[in-house]
């Protein structure tokens, strides 16, 4: 039988607001039946019985949060960033997604994926696939192996997209779409959710019946939303009777409220299109990295999150460059400093007790009591053994969780637990 009661000893961080980190250092976080059941600074006596993993001197922090990441193009990070999206798409994106047609192929590419996300950081995901049914799958069965818990998309796309790689009509992309979400019924950890990958590549034929599936199967929803300039003037050209581009979902129902949804990039949002989100939970997933790679520009995140907006964080593979949450956070802070700097001292930079909680609570919201040690919440946690960062002086916990962050050092990893049930750990 699996254990799912236990103490885990050591630094204990985690948020509670975005204001503040709750720090306990040499303190005890209680897991019972795969939650949370308290931090403490002494350990109650009714919890002395259970057994308890000594980590002693290292940090332990909530499982990261990955919202928004595109499994095959993990293959080819790293290159090709010398063009602005739309250009990218087709000259790298489109072809490298092509090639999982071949089952061969990405099976061998799926492995490489899931194999680093089961060692990252990170315990719960958003990911795109493409829009091969039987890859999809397959990227599924990968990812339930490895323990971590996360939503999985079969990408929808019938419209200005290569014609290999464009389904032949919103019919064929509605029946594929379905049969997939029949056959991914049987996994524990994987779920599914409706992906359109973004308006230009969906007709509005293809958008409604992607909502009448949602609505039948209660699905969440990801996409992407006014990530580039040139995409935005596209997507008024396309639809002309929409006032934003948040408008093209929402017409259909797939733009929060009733349809959990996340919205990836949104660094070009306008008003009205922010007050729709503000006000229909929509989830934002703020990827700093790839806005960066691509010319798309520093989102607004700290004027989403004094707002009250749901707000976390995006790998964003391959137009970031990594898995590593830790690098998402520092890259966030860096890319707020450089747009309050340059472009708008209105909006002051974000602090890291804020990227730590977009990176954890923040963005584990989108999976419910996810990304805390408050009680009651799904537990969740990775252990950091910062022992080979040597200094010259005794550090605090919220300093070498700083370092951590800036560092992105994932050598550090010594142990990860998703709902109170080990991935691995240090023997």
């Not at 090709?80 to 994106?93: P, Q, R, S």
């Not at 990968?142 to 939503?151: P, Q």
């Not at 964003?316 to 747009?339: I, N, P, T, Y």
């Not at 919201?365 to 040597?390: I, T």
């Amino acid at each position: 039988m699996i254990m799912k009661n236990y103490v885990f000893k050591g630094n204990i961080c985690y948020s509670e607001s975005r204001e503040e980190l709750c720090i306990t250092e040499n303190g005890y976080a209680v897991c019972e039946d795969g939650r949370c059941a308290g931090v403490y600074d002494t350990l109650p006596k009714e919890y002395e019985t259970l057994p308890c993993y000594n980590y002693e001197d290292k940090i332990i922090i909530p499982g990261l949060v990955d919202l928004h990441v595109h499994a095959p193009q993990y293959a080819f990070r790293g290159m090709g960033m010398d063009l602005e999206l739309i250009d990218w798409l087709n000259t790298h994106t489109f072809v490298e997604e092509a090639r999982y047609g071949d089952l061969e192929y990405a099976g061998e590419a799926y492995d490489i994926f899931a194999e680093d996300l089961k060692n990252s950081a990170t315990t719960r995901a958003c990911i795109f696939a493409t829009i091969h049914t039987q890859a999809t799958l397959l990227l599924m069965e990968k990812l339930e192996e490895t323990g971590i818990k996360a939503y999985v998309g079969k990408v929808n796309m019938d419209r200005n997209s290569p014609e290999y790689l464009c389904e032949e009509s919103a019919e064929k992309s509605e029946k594929d779409t379905e049969e997939w979400l029949l056959k991914s019924q049987g996994f524990k950890n994987i779920k599914p959710v409706l992906t359109p990958r973004f308006t230009p590549s969906c007709t509005d034929e293809l958008l409604e019946r992607l909502s009448g599936l949602q609505k039948k199967y209660g699905l969440p929803v990801q996409s992407h939303l006014s990530e580039n300039l040139d995409e935005i003037d596209w997507v008024k050209e396309l639809c002309p009777g929409t006032s934003h581009y948040g408008e093209t979902y929402d017409r259909y129902g797939l733009f929060g409220n009733s349809c959990p949804t996340i919205m990836a990039h949104c660094v070009h949002c306008g008003e009205e299109e922010t007050e729709l989100m503000r006000r229909q939970g929509v989830f934002i997933a703020h990827c700093p990295e790839s806005n960066a790679n691509l010319s798309s520009g520093v989102a607004p995140v700290k004027r989403y999150l004094e707002k009250g907006m749901k707000v976390g964080l995006g790998t964003d593979v391959a137009a970031g460059s990594s898995l590593s949450v830790f690098k998402a956070m520092a890259l966030a802070v860096q890319c707020s400093k450089l747009r309050w700097r340059l472009y708008d001292q209105s909006v002051v930079p974000l602090t890291m007790e804020e990227v730590f909680f977009m990176a954890t609570k923040g963005g584990g919201e989108f999976f419910g009591n996810v990304g805390s040690f408050e009680e009651g919440y799904e537990f969740d946690a990775v252990v950091l053994d910062d022992s080979m960062l040597r200094h010259p002086r005794k550090l605090s916990a919220k300093e070498r969780l700083e370092r951590l962050i800036y560092l992105a050092d994932e050598r550090c990893i010594a142990a990860k637990f998703v709902d109170g049930q080990v991935i691995f750990r240090e023997s």
